[in-house]
Nanobody, 131 residues
């Protein structure tokens, strides 16, 4: 059974750091692109970052320079290192898999990472940024 499980969420103070993990079971992540997405209360789900099967990384503008996505295929896990977080980062964070990242650049909102075509989803982990 294909499964993605997120972990690492929690309460963190503004300016702090957190590392999220996305562990896969039932399939090998090697040939998949993995994206991190988030949904804040009352807001639409948005893409945050994505890493291709070859290791190319993508970020939305609001997290660029603060978040880092990485993958460890030996551990069948993808990570999202979140640094210098702020209250606007508060959301449920999900990881999802597909054969490619779908990235749109140059929109009025900057770079966007689409979630609609991701095939496999985890259940999410809550990140709360608050003092």
């Amino acid at each position: 059974q294909l499964q993605l499980v997120e972990s690492g969420g929690g309460l963190v103070q503004p300016g702090g750091s957190l590392r999220l993990s996305c562990a896969a079971s039932g399939f090998t992540l090697d040939y998949y692109a993995i994206g991190w997405f988030r949904q804040a209360p009352g807001k639409e789900r948005e893409g945050v970052s994505c890493i291709s099967d070859e290791g190319t990384t993508y970020y939305i503008d609001s997290v660029k320079g603060r978040f880092t996505i990485s993958r460890d295929n030996a551990k069948n896990t993808v990570y999202l290192q979140m640094n210098n977080v702020n209250p606007e980062d508060t959301a449920v964070y999900y990881c999802a898999a597909n054969y490619a990242c779908t990235v749109v650049v140059g929109t009025s909102s900057g770079t966007m990472i689409a979630y609609q075509n991701m095939d496999y989803w985890g259940k999410g982990t809550l990140v709360t940024v608050s003092s």
